[in-house]
């Protein structure tokens, strides 16, 4: 059966980047993986005080989803060199109970994209470790970036071929590991 994949972009900007590319790999898969998004705007701050169990309703939907996917893509930019909070948030949440969480063994796909020349690779290896931590499968290939975002992208989707080689390539090899 089709692998079913959770896509969940680090920026919450309603012009991002980062989510076109998302959106792009979607279109690109073209029905190759069920493809389901995950809105990480929607949980709140992490707070060990509400870390309870039931879980909060929006907790409960980010996890349900993440142990649903047979693999995470994300999708992210790179923030002050390293990974938005947002992220990084809901990725606290998703780790608990710690070492038995949804996260560990997941396959997890991760690419950055950014207005800048270096594309978010910064960001890339910070993420690694927290994913690390979390005893995630970290999908291992050379950097998925796409750098100068801003003049690949047009209509909420990226048209810059190259780039769009680039991502689809090591997309498609991650698909084969699921
Ligand atoms: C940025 N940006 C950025 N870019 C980069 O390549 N390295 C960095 O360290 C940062 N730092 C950073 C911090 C903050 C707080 C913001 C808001 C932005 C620029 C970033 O790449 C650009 O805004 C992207 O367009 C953000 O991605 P989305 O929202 O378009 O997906």
Request: hydrophobic share 40%.
């Amino acid at each position: 059966s089709q692998p079913k994949l959770l896509c969940i972009s680090g920026s919450l900007r309603s012009e991002s980047f980062n989510t076109a590319v998302l959106e792009t790999i979607v279109d690109k898969l073209d029905g190759r993986a069920t493809c389901e998004r995950f809105d990480i705007g929607t949980v709140p701050h992490y707070n060990a005080d509400l870390d309870t169990d039931p879980a909060l309703p929006e907790v409960k939907a980010l996890k349900d989803a993440i142990a649903a996917a047979d693999g995470v893509v994300i999708v992210t930019p790179e923030y002050n060199y390293s990974i938005p909070g947002v992220l990084k948030n809901a990725l606290d949440w998703a780790s608990r109970p710690g070492y038995q969480s949804v996260l560990k063994d997941k396959p997890v796909f991760i690419a950055t994209v950014s207005g800048g020349g270096t594309g978010g690779v910064r960001c890339q290896a910070h993420l690694k470790n927290v994913l690390a931590a979390v005893l995630a499968q970290t999908f291992v290939c050379p950097e998925v970036a796409v750098p100068t975002a801003g003049q690949k992208i047009e209509n909420g989707r990226l048209t810059d071929e190259t780039s769009i080689k680039l991502v689809m390539t090591a997309v498609d090899s991650f698909l084969q590991t699921l």
